[in-house]
């Protein structure tokens, strides 16, 4: 053996060599960890997504019930009949209230948690806020169905503090009362505000608590009043975590099937018009086309929001 074989070192395993070369390769490496959730990203959500997409452009044969796999748009145009435009109008109002609610609702809780809770207070806060997060959906929601009911705690709470003429008042309003608060539209709003609210209130205030003390006490050195100092300091710089939580709110309340099936007055909403159309009636071009929606819905919305900066609060 000469003193070259000698001194040499020993040949490398392949694993040895393979860590070398992405060592050497550090994009490679990075590829080659993300692909496993990247082909699992394009084959089930993009892949049902194209699926969905494709089918929506297939139509109804009416005689025969068959899906007639010819690419057409009118299906597309089913969604601007009178009952199925009123199903997308009920569902992005309902949406567009349920989200401005929980700003209004939000935004002092958020606030106070942001500007005056600390150390165990804040813990508190956080605990009281997600607590809700932990129980099962549907025990909540029909916990609501309880309480909302005409025989249930809110109409008895009513009673005693002598508001029944305000509440038979509200039920008799044409278009959103009902029954009793659990077969209304108000029923509806209101638990979709209770389920959804820690949505807002979280990225609020993280928005919150990122404004600089320092502006606050600027502007009131400058004489600005609390309401001036709150109007353009506080909430221009706090907007984007608004924003960001509408996101969650407005999203989640557009594609809710199970709250406006349990807790609502019988008119469809989108995702029971889904549900109805892909189940009872056997229309899968018609639900794929009710799907497409709320996704156009939400890529304005999110656009919208991007340039609003809510991206950066979340």
Known sequence: MS???????????????????????????????LAPALLWLAIVYLGSLATLLRQSFFSLEEFSGLIVEDYTLATYAELFQPANFDIIVRTVA?????????????????????????????????????????????VKVYAWKLMLAR???????????????????ALALPGIGGPSLSTSYIGTFLVFL???LPYMILPTQAALER?????????????????????????????????????F???LTLGDYIIPQIVGSGR?????????????????????A??????????VYLAIARRLGAFDAL
């Not at 025989?151 to 008042?169: S, Y």
């Open 3 to 33: 003193v070259a074989e000698a001194i040499a070192p020993p040949p490398r395993s392949l694993t040895g060599r393979l860590s070398d070369g992405l060592w050497r390769a550090p994009k490679l490496a990075v590829l080659l960890l």
């Open 94 to 138: 309902m949406a567009a209230c349920v989200s401005v609610a929980s700003a209004i609702v939000g935004f002092p809780i958020a606030y106070v948690a942001a500007r005056y809770c600390r150390g165990a207070w804040k813990a508190a806060f956080y605990l009281a806020v997600m607590l809700p997060l932990w129980s099962s959906y549907l």
């Open 249 to 251: 709110t407005f999203s």
């Open 151 to 169: 025989e249930g705690i809110l109409t008895w709470a009513f009673a005693k503090v002598g508001l029944t003429p305000v509440l038979d008042w």
């Open 211 to 247: 404004v600089p003390g320092g502006l606050i006490a600027a502007s009131a050195d400058l004489g600005a009043t609390p309401w001036a100092t709150f109007r353009h300091v506080i909430l221009p710089l706090a907007m984007p975590g608004v924003v960001a939580g509408s996101i």
């Open 194 to 196: 209770y389920i959804w």
């Open 290 to 299: 009710f799907t497409v929606v709320p996704i156009l819905i939400m890529g």
């Open 268 to 288: 469809y909403f989108i995702g029971q018009a889904v549900y109805v159309q892909q189940g009872t009636a056997g229309n899968i071009p018609l639900a794929a």
